[in-house]
């Protein structure tokens, strides 16, 4: 039982997770004072700074029509990239000798310190994507590659997704 201007324990339980609870994050509310990439508009909609996270790091990236994007790494960070609009063609490798596309609905997923590179394969519609890392630091590494002429064409090849 608590006395008048005590708080018992389900009080102070509501009070925490009033304050340190689900934060939404509106989409007028990204924040583009984040690491960037040449070709790229990144915002960052979770991180350590907006909203507490300790772990991961999302938000949005958009590539303009027929652009592509500087090459670069995320450190020791995993990278996830889902895309929502547009055809998005990743270069990957020490020289860029690797290639795959992704569309909308599709998962792309960059390990840590791969260097890749972000092409909006469509001529004339913007590339978005959803990115989500494995902290909430917003790490980037632009790397100055000299990329091959004609990347090898890789495709996800398993048990359930057989080659095409």
Known sequence: M??????????????????????????????????????????????????????????????????KTGAHHHGALES??????????????????????????DFIFVPPYVPHQEINASTDEPLECVLVRSDSEAVVVNLDIKPVEAPEAVHWVDPIHPHP
């Open 2 to 67: 608590t006395t008048p201007g005590q708080q018992d324990d389900s009080d102070a339980a509501t009070s925490e997770w009033r304050e340190h609870g689900v934060r939404v994050v509106k989409a007028g509310q990204l924040d583009p004072n984040t690491a960037q990439t040449p070709g790229m508009d990144r915002a960052a909609a979770i991180d350590a700074a907006r909203v507490g996270a300790q772990r991961i790091w999302a938000g949005t990236v958009t590539i303009h029509p027929d652009a």
């Open 80 to 105: 996830v990239i889902y895309v929502v609009r547009g055809r998005a063609r990743m270069r990957w490798g020490e020289r860029l000798e690797f290639v795959a596309e992704a569309e909308p609905g």
